[in-house]
């Protein structure tokens, strides 16, 4: 969403990646909701961190109304990002994960932490809250040998492989069988200046499974370089196929996983670029 208003007519834009899982219920919910509940604040930025969180409890508060009617058991990972006065502000719920180009190509960042069991501060928030961790391995043995199979990390209560997320009822509430606290819908913050940003890609876990960031933005600034050798401006066409190329290119290096991606390019690379190919 561009060009949101503020109580000062200020301007700022809003966007998002929802990632869902055991059914697309909650996913669909934060698409159509979230951002209704987030530009009804005309302060917004006034106590910015304040205000997200409280809004993420009411949105989710108003999912579980939904989930216990239609005994719905899905859940889902929140990536957001809000652009405003030069600089980009990230409320993260989940192992989706947002990164950075500056100065055309010259230095990359990741801008997000991924909610992960293998994180050190999660594992202890989860601990601290009365949840723990496993794993299932699976001892496979066939014709012509064995071998053992580890899978995830999983947090338990919830049985969910991000420890952070929308949803999910059947770990926080406790006459489902959960443990309030352990999975959280409580957002993650960070806020970065913008001067010097390239593109910024926001995408779900299955983009990064295989593929390092430096690999995807070796790949975006080759695609980006194709373009000016073609001589094509960076529109709002050019920037949709360069996600759905970027989506493809993580399917063919092997992601199992759904993929979904949004590049974000900003005003000031987009004339560079423009200037570059005139």
């Known amino acids: 969403v561009l060009n949101i208003k503020t109580k000062n007519d200020e301007k700022y834009s809003y966007f998002g990646v929802f990632d869902g899982h055991a059914g697309a219920a909650c996913s669909e919910f934060l698409k159509d909701t979230l951002h209704k509940y987030i530009i009804a604040q005309k302060n917004l930025f006034d106590g910015f961190e304040h205000n997200i969180s409280k809004t993420f409890k009411v949105v989710d ?149 295989n593929i390092t960031n430096d690999e995807i933005m070796a790949f975006m600034h080759g695609e980006l370089n194709l373009l000016r050798e073609s001589g094509k401006p960076l529109t709002r066409a050019v920037s949709d196929s360069l996600s759905r190329k970027l989506v493809e290119f993580v399917i063919d290096h092997g992601s199992s996983d759904n993929v979904s991606a949004v590049v974000i390019f900003f005003d000031k690379f987009v004339n560079s670029f423009e200037q570059e190919i005139n």
């Open 61 to 209: 508060e108003l999912f579980k109304e939904t989930a216990l009617t239609q005994r719905d058991r899905s859940g889902s990972c929140a990536l957001t990002m809000f652009f405003n006065k030069g600089q980009v502000h990230f409320a993260n719920v989940g192992d989706s994960r947002a990164i950075a180009s500056y100065n055309n190509g010259e230095s990359f960042k990741q801008l997000t932490v991924d909610h992960k069991p293998e994180n050190a501060d999660e594992k202890e928030r989860v601990f601290n809250n009365g949840g723990y961790f496993y794993a299932t391995n699976t001892f496979v043995l066939k014709r012509d040998g064995q071998k053992m199979i580890n899978g995830p990390l999983r947090v338990f209560p919830g049985k969910l492989t991000t420890t952070r997320s929308f949803g999910d009822f059947e770990a926080k509430l406790p006459q489902l069988g959960g443990v309030p606290g352990v999975v959280t819908s409580v957002p993650e913050f960070s806020a970065f200046n913008a001067d010097e940003m390239d593109f910024v890609i926001l995408g779900c876990d299955g983009l990064y499974e």
